[in-house]
Structures are given as C-alpha cells and as structure tokens.
C-alpha cells in the first residue's frame, strides 16, 4: 500500500494551500497529517474526520474523497513552511504507511 | 502528560544490531487502546514506518524490514525497544517512538519522542 504526495507546493502568506495523498488505503481509513521541520520531532495537526489536537491552530483542516485525502492551511503563515507527511492504515493488514511528504514553501 | 525518550547508541557497524529503547513516563505503557510505535527518517528521504506494539505484545512490522526487526515491552520498567540486526548504511537515520492512538474517530501517531539520531559506519 503507498501514499503518493506532491513533492512540493508553494503559497503566499495569507493564501490557502492544499496538500493532498492518494492512495487505495484511504478509501477504508482515515489519514493523519504530521508537520515536519530540520531537526524537529514530527507534530501532528490533524487526524481522522477533521480532528485537530489541543494547540494546533484552526486554519490547519483536513477533508477526505474516495482515495484522496487532503491537508488545508487556510491563511498561511511564514512558520507554515515545513514539510508535510500524511499516513494512514491499511485495514487489511493493520499495517501503516507514510506518504512520500510535500515540501510547503510560504513566499 | 505523557512523554516518550529514546535512548541507544549513536553509532551501529555494519553488520550488526541496532538497540534502541523508548521510556515512557507520566503514564502507564499497559494503557489499552494505545499502540507504541518505531519511525525512522533517514536523510533526505520520507518518514518510514517501521512497526507497532500493542499493550498485550501483539506486533506489526514493516514486510521491507520485519526479517530484521523485534518490538518488545517491558512494562515493568514502562518502556518498549526496537532491535534490528544486519545494519547496513540505509539504516542510517533519526529514529522516533511514538504512541499510536487507534480508535472510533481515525488514527494518529499523537506523541512523538525528540528522535535518536543513528549512523551505521565502521
């Protein structure tokens, strides 16, 4: 099972930008969405049907169709720029598999 | 409030095992519906799973790496580790623990530890 991303993306500060994953495993389960920076631990922002954890702002959301799961920054801002992983599960085998990330350039 | 902590050696030969444990504090690891989770990142490539532990001991592990690979508990000491034997130089990488949180609403890897940076070299 793979999870296919755009390798990069670009947007203005203040725009909205939206990352998507495909993938046949996203038809049976929800994604998880994790920013990553240069020597930072992942930080997770948003998980299943639009879930965000305490602390992570509102214009981080999250929507699902078919086999396409997609990351919304809405109004972004310059400490966005990071690269962004999704993951989901495969629920026939239990087994997790991370997208190939986006780099998030914010100009 | 739940913290994971990775610990292990920095460098690994080739050819031999890696061990690495995670400790978890500010909570119990025998909690059910929590799965303790290996990822790794290695440079200048993507986040990769590497496998899971449930609280009972059931795993689940990456078929690239499950020949190589043990996930174990220990809870007496509330910690989990990861070995995995026959290192190459692709194994070089930041390795993380994670809790895994499984349930009704999605999944999500919602705890992380700062990760462990590893370099296999002679």
């Known amino acids: 099972s793979e999870l296919t991303q755009d390798p990069a993306v670009s947007v203005a500060v203040g725009q909205t930008v939206t990352i998507t994953c495909q993938g046949d495993?996203?038809?049976?389960?929800?994604a998880s969405w994790y920013q990553k920076k240069p020597g930072q631990a992942p930080l997770f922002v948003v998980y299943?049907?639009?879930y965000r954890p305490s602390g992570i702002p509102e214009r981080f959301s999250s929507s699902r169709s078919g086999n396409t799961a997609s990351l919304i920054i809405s109004g972004a801002l310059a400490e966005d720029e990071a690269d962004y992983y999704c993951n989901s599960r495969d629920s026939s085998t239990n087994l997790y598999v991370f997208g190939s990330g986006t780099k998030v350039t914010v100009l | 409030q739940v913290q994971l902590q990775e610990s292990g050696p920095g460098q690994v030969k080739p050819s031999q095992t890696l061990s690495l444990t995670c400790s978890v504090s500010?909570?119990?690891?025998?909690?059910?519906?929590?799965?303790w989770s290996w990822i790794r990142h290695p440079p200048g490539k993507g986040l990769e799973w590497i496998g899971n532990i449930f609280y009972s001991g059931a795993t689940y592990y990456q078929p690239s790496l499950e020949s190589r690979i043990t996930i174990s508990l220990d809870t007496t000491k509330n910690q989990f580790s990861l070995t995995l034997s026959s290192v190459t130089a692709a194994d070089t990488a930041v390795y993380y623990c994670?809790?895994?949180?499984?349930?009704?609403?999605?999944?999500?890897?919602?705890?992380w530890g700062q990760g462990r940076d590893v370099t296999v070299s002679s």
């Open positions: 299943g049907k639009n």
């Open positions: 994670a809790r895994l949180y499984s349930g009704y609403a999605g999944d999500a890897f919602d705890i």
């Open positions: 495993s996203l038809r049976n389960s929800y």
């Open positions: 500010g909570g119990s690891i025998s909690i059910s519906g929590h799965y």
